[in-house]
């Protein structure tokens, strides 16, 4: 196959996906499609055959790095008012501005504007758990950035943010995303 074939076969197949999610998608229903491109299973067998790819004795080499520590007059997520189920996550209420963080170290999949959650960002964290903020104001860093524990990711205005856990697929109970919230580093 010649090389303009085969760019032009892989947009037909690449408008093809996007006509498929569009028109599965119109009775307001996550498109299956679309969750397989976004799950991050994908993005994991990336990183793990670019790992295998490199050199065993492999060193990266450290630059240090002064950072400024976070502002403890800030509040974080674990200060929430009230918490509600919302769609398939919870809703969670604050008083004052807040800074979501990472809770360790993991990649962004998604940045942008959903139709239930407004600005949205998904974090697949390390640890597997593949974490939605929702209704955030700003994001810190775009899709398909590597974020350490502690990382400034999104702020949130007051007013409520929409929280999704998914844990080995599963998504979690809102009593289980109380605990998470709690256990998040500082």
Excluded at 23 to 43: A, H, N, Y
Excluded at 132 to 139: A, D, I, K, R
């Amino acid at each position: 196959m010649k090389s303009a074939q085969k760019w032009i076969f892989a947009c037909i197949f690449t408008v093809g996906i996007i006509a498929i999610i569009q028109i599965q998608e119109q009775k307001g229903e996550t498109s299956q499609l679309r969750t397989l491109f976004t799950q991050g299973k994908d993005i994991q067998m990336v990183r793990e055959f670019v790992l295998a790819k490199l050199p065993r004795d492999y060193q990266p080499e450290l630059i240090p790095v002064a950072a400024t520590p976070k502002d403890p007059m800030i509040p974080t997520m674990a200060t929430y008012e009230s918490m509600q189920p919302y769609e398939q996550g919870v809703l969670v209420s604050y008083n004052t501005p807040i800074q979501v963080t990472a809770r360790e170290d993991g990649i962004i999949l998604f940045t942008g504007h959903t139709r239930h959650t407004g600005k949205t960002m998904t974090v697949l964290y390390d640890g597997g758990d593949i974490v939605t903020y929702g209704f955030v104001e700003n994001f810190s860093n775009l899709p398909y950035t590597a974020v350490a524990a502690n990382d400034l990711i999104a702020e949130v205005k007051p007013g409520s943010m929409f929280v999704k856990i998914e844990r080995g697929g599963i998504t979690l109970e809102p009593s289980a995303v109380t605990e998470w919230m709690t256990d998040v580093l500082y």
